[in-house]
């Protein structure tokens, strides 16, 4: 019995899960390397793993990957320093039972 051919629409599905969804995407029709940024021709397995070993993909990935560390780096040196002052006024007037609509 001859070999079954898949539909474009399941090979494309399987090379996203295959070299992983945070590289390439489908729309059924194309696949696109969110990476580079390119239409990848899908006629053979081989032109989907060397577009991902191109130098522009791996200097692309490198990039990326450096450009999330320098973001998450300035979210954690730019959160302001809170002081304990609004905790512990809070703390003061309910100790005794002071009733905030009374400040």
Known sequence: MG????????????YVSEF?????????????CKVCELKINLEKKFNVSQQIRTEKHVKSSKS??????????????????????????????VAPSIPFNKL
Not at 3 to 14: C, D, E, G, M, P
Not at 20 to 27: A, N, V
Request: hydrophobic residues 30%; charged residues 30%; proline residues 2%.
């Open 3 to 14: 070999k079954v051919k898949q539909s474009t629409s399941a090979r494309l599905r399987n």
């Open 20 to 32: 992983g969804s945070e590289i390439l995407s489908t729309d059924r029709f194309v696949l696109f």
């Open 64 to 93: 990326q990957k450096d450009q999330v560390q320098r973001k998450s780096q300035q979210l954690l040196t730019n959160q302001p320093t809170k002081s304990d002052f609004n905790k512990d006024l809070c703390e003061a007037m």
